[in-house]
Each structure stands twice: as C-alpha cells, then as structure tokens.
C-alpha cells in the first residue's frame, strides 16, 4: 500500500493539473534494513529512515500517507495528528472502533484533515449507482447484498504474517475486507439499524517466516503457528430504512480474485456492479416489474472521476486510478481546509459495524453498531 500511495501521487498533475497543491517526496519510512532506501531509490523520495518517529519530527513534512500494519495505526496516526501533520490511513485505522475514534479525535483537536483508504466508493460506476438510488429510480431500496471475496490467504502455505494474529492484525477479513463493505454499504444505502454474523476460520494453522515478509508470502519449513483471526465472515443486516442486507468477506476463497461488488433491488429497479468491470454498471429501469431486461452501462466523462482518466466511454480504468482519485480529494481537502471524500471518522463507522459483528458471533444475537 506505501507503494500505491507513492504512485497515486506521483501521479496526480498528470490527471488534476489545477490541483492548487503538488505533493513533493519527502521521507519514506520502513523498519526492514534497506527496505526504505530502495523505496527511496525507486521512486525518488528525497529521504528515507527506518523510524517513524523521524517523520513525526520533521516540522517540514505537512502531510502523511499512513500504510503500516493495522497494530499500528493508533499510534502512528494519533503521534502525526498530534504534530501537526494531514493523514491519509489505509482501512480499518486500528483494531477496532476505539482506534479509530482515537485517530479521528487527535485529528479534530489538531485541525488536521484526515483521509481513509475506502476507494471502491471512488468508482465512477459505483458513484452512478448511488445517484441511480438517491434519485429513486430504482423506486424503494428493499434489499441488497454485498459480497468480498479473495483468495490472497487460500494457499495453505501462507505465511503465518502479523495479519492473522489478533494483537496485531486486528479481525482478520473483517478489517482486511468487511470494512470495505460497511462503508460501501453506508455509502449508497445508509445506517445500518442492527446486525447478526458468523464467522470462521478455514485454515486454522500456518508456517512462522524465516524473515521479514511483504505483501501475502508464502512460507515453507517454518514452525506451524496457530490463525488466531477470522478467514470468512457473513452478515445480515438490517438497515435504518427498513432495507434488509448480507455482507459475505472472505479471503480463503479459492477461485475468487477480488470478487467484490453489490447487488442492489429496488421496488421499481435493481443495479449490479462487480470490481472485475470496473467500469460497466449493470441496471434494470422500467415499469414492468416482471420480466424487465438488465442492460450494461459504460461509464464515461459524465460519471464521477471519469473525465480526469479516461477521454470516452467503456475504455478501463483500474485499482489505482480509484487511489489516485482519493489522493486528489485528501490534497484538496488540506487545500480548501475541510473533508473531502471519505475521512477517519468513516473509519470510524466501519469499525463500529465490525465490531457489532464480533459481538454477534460471541453472542448469537442480534447487535445495534455502537454510538
């Protein structure tokens, strides 16, 4: 995620030339030995250190993109709020809701902007649906379902990485994938009312690396260790509208590579959209209720972000158009002095419904996402 973050903002005059800020490369940190040089080297930052703390430190630096390990999110965030310094923090923002309205508060006592790495609310099809849904063409939203799954923790050599501990990867695809559900769901559907989830763990045992890994390693001859957070979570959901929802996340799903997407039902209409076609809305409009066709929308200038990537219609954007998108709204945000695009107390909310979750499972009742 350091990596996507670097390239949204390298690329960023490219497609907002009139952005009235420009980011410079200033430091990269990264406690592995080396790590950071390399970064340094590859993409031109004008420094590097193995501690954060340097960065906290440094009056010059205004703004922070935060892509550490969910563990440390809390206080990472709450330190650069606390000096003075914009964030940009990849989801969930800690281990859970009281992390996250950790950072969210630091950030309002130091009146620094804030920006949460939910991008699939950044899609210019997704943004089409909900205009779809505000504008009531699709009548009365009655029931929608939400679904997450990957396979980047199928192989059962996957290495035994701080992602699938509790004390510092958090839940598990709650936070790796669900939270990415619950905002979209927010987003386009609005407050949940309350909750039931199950939840399981698949793969129960993996393979201690032999040193430091990135990304989903895999990981061979190493001590068997146990998975202590969740591989698979599914949700009903009932919402303040009287709609009803399922949220389904899984990251052992072999077959499945980055299936998200929605499927949303109206009393009048309906709207599909799959991340695999980024860029194509599926929807039923009519008056005919039974037997109403589906067609395929190709989104284009007029939709969302479009026009600033793409110059017609159906010609594919991707995964980190949608971060360079979120990097715009984070630097305009620090630009024009208030939120733009999804913040930390986004997170925040996400984070409550994660932990309903939790409290479902461990009581096999219906639970209200926290205040």
Request: hydrophobic fraction near 40%.
């Amino acid at each position: 995620m350091g990596r996507v973050h670097t390239q949204a903002y390298a690329r960023i005059r490219h497609h907002y030339p009139h952005l009235a800020l420009a980011p410079t490369l200033a430091t990269v940190a990264d406690e592995v030995p080396g790590r950071a040089e390399e970064a340094a080297a590859q993409f031109g930052f004008e420094g590097s250190t193995t501690d954060w703390h340097d960065i906290e430190a440094d009056r010059a630096i205004g703004a922070v993109s935060i892509t550490a390990p969910n563990f440390l999110h809390r206080s990472i965030g709450t330190a650069m709020a606390e000096a003075g310094k914009h964030i940009w923090i990849e989801k969930p923002v800690g281990l859970s809701a009281d992390d996250a309205r950790a950072v969210a508060l630091s950030a309002d006592k130091a009146g620094v902007q804030t920006s949460v790495g939910f991008n699939y609310r950044n899609a210019p099809a997704v943004e089409e649906a909900k205009a779809l849904i505000d504008s009531g063409e699709l009548g009365t939203v009655t029931h929608a379902r939400f679904r997450f799954f990957s396979d980047y923790a199928a192989h059962p050599d996957g290495a035994l990485s701080w992602r699938f501990e509790r004390a510092r990867g958090g839940n598990g695809v709650l936070g790796d994938l669900a939270s990415h559900g619950a905002d979209l769901l927010w987003y386009l559907l609005g407050d949940i009312d309350s909750l039931v989830a199950d939840t399981a763990v698949f793969v129960p045992q993996r393979a201690t690396p032999l040193g430091a890994t990135s990304g989903h390693a895999l990981a061979t001859g190493g001590e068997l260790g146990p998975v202590e957070n969740e591989d698979f979570v599914s949700s009903q959901i009932r919402l303040a509208s009287g709609a009803r929802a399922t949220l389904e996340a899984s990251r052992v799903s072999v077959g499945e590579q980055n299936a998200y997407g929605f499927e949303i039902h109206g009393t009048k209409g309906a709207v599909f959209w799959d991340f695999r076609r980024l860029g194509e809305l599926a929807v039923s409009l009519g008056d005919r209720y039974q037997d109403q066709p589906v067609s395929t929308i190709y989104v284009g200038p007029k939709q969302g972000e479009y026009g600033a990537f793409q110059p017609g219609s159906a010609s594919s954007m991707g995964y980190d158009d949608l971060k360079v998108i979120e990097a715009e709204r984070f630097l305009r945000s620090i630009a024009e002095g208030k939120p733009i695009g999804a913040t930390v107390w986004d997170a925040v909310r996400s984070a409550k419904v994660l932990d309903a979750m939790t409290e479902s499972v461990d009581s096999g009742r219906w639970v209200a996402p926290g205040a």
